[in-house]
């Protein structure tokens, strides 16, 4: 009976042991996945997090500079992040200021629509070309606000002992207005207030027409305030035709109940 129980107890640990090493090994197939996820190498997974946290929070703000000419162009820079085109938004350390830009130490990423995994970040130093804003040697840019730039041509730059050296380049472009809309475009905004404005009127008269229905239900249980409310419809043709007959009836309907303003109205009607 001992060696029972104690085979038991043998059993019960290599199963518990066994639930253990099989969940360590889930949340390592985890880990790997994260890294994979963002295509940060041998990036650490603390790291990584910072990434994706960044990454998740870009789709929801405004770019700062959501216009911009760039290629002899003006785009509308936050629309082409927003539809997973050649746009990314971008973090970092600053570690060189240089005339045509910046060279940062972080990290760009797409839309978090776009792509498959792998091609949605890169984590490292690449430069961004015409940066307008003035920043310093070790100053962080992004974070409190989504700076976005289009991926450009690799930037080749020397380093301190004399080499060179190729790295990622985004292009930040030149902040501009968006364009005057054209005359097909103010013919068809000025259509479209006129259907919302039609759309609002429509919907603002269904609701007296609604009203007037629900105080016709109680008007009748002797309710001075909902039989001035009707009278109010009816002088004013606010959903249901103008009637001052039917006015000056409900008004009296609710004067009889003692309803001072309806007492005034009959004053003014009479």
Not at 16 to 34: D, H, K, R, T, W
Not at 122 to 144: C, I, K, L, T
Not at 171 to 183: K, Q
Not at 215 to 221: E, P, R, S
């Amino acid at each position: 009976m001992k060696h029972t129980i104690k085979t038991s107890r043998l059993a019960a640990l290599s199963k518990l042991l066994l639930f253990g090493i099989m969940a360590f090994s889930c949340l390592s197939v985890m880990a790997q996945q994260e890294d994979s996820l963002i295509a940060i190498g041998q990036r650490d997974v603390a790291q990584a997090r910072q990434v994706i946290a960044a990454n998740q929070l870009l789709p929801k703000r405004i770019a700062t500079d959501p216009w911009r000419q760039i290629d002899g162009q003006v785009v509308y820079a936050n629309g082409e992040y927003a539809q997973g085109k050649d746009w990314v938004g971008f973090v970092g350390k600053v570690l060189e200021v240089q005339p045509t830009g910046i060279r940062i130490d972080g990290g760009y990423f797409f839309d978090h629509k776009r792509g498959e995994q792998g091609d949605v970040a890169f984590h490292g130093v690449f430069f961004v070309s015409d940066y307008p804003y003035p920043v310093a040697e070790n100053d962080r840019v992004g974070g409190g606000q989504l700076l976005i730039a289009k991926i450009s041509d690799d930037y080749t730059y020397e380093t301190v002992i004399g080499g060179t050296s190729t790295i990622h380049s985004l292009d930040y472009g030149v902040p501009c207005s968006p364009p005057a809309p054209t005359p097909e475009q103010l013919a068809a905004i000025k259509e479209m207030q006129e259907e919302k404005q039609e759309a609002d009127k429509e919907r603002a008269e269904q609701g007296q027409a609604n009203a007037v229905k629900f105080l016709l239900t109680i008007v009748t249980n002797g309710d001075a305030s909902a039989q001035c409310d009707l009278a109010e419809h009816y002088l004013n043709g606010k959903g249901v035709e103008t009637n001052k007959d039917a006015a000056i009836y409900w008004f009296t309907q609710a004067a009889n109940q003692g309803s001072i303003g309806a007492s005034n109205e009959l004053v003014k009607l009479k």
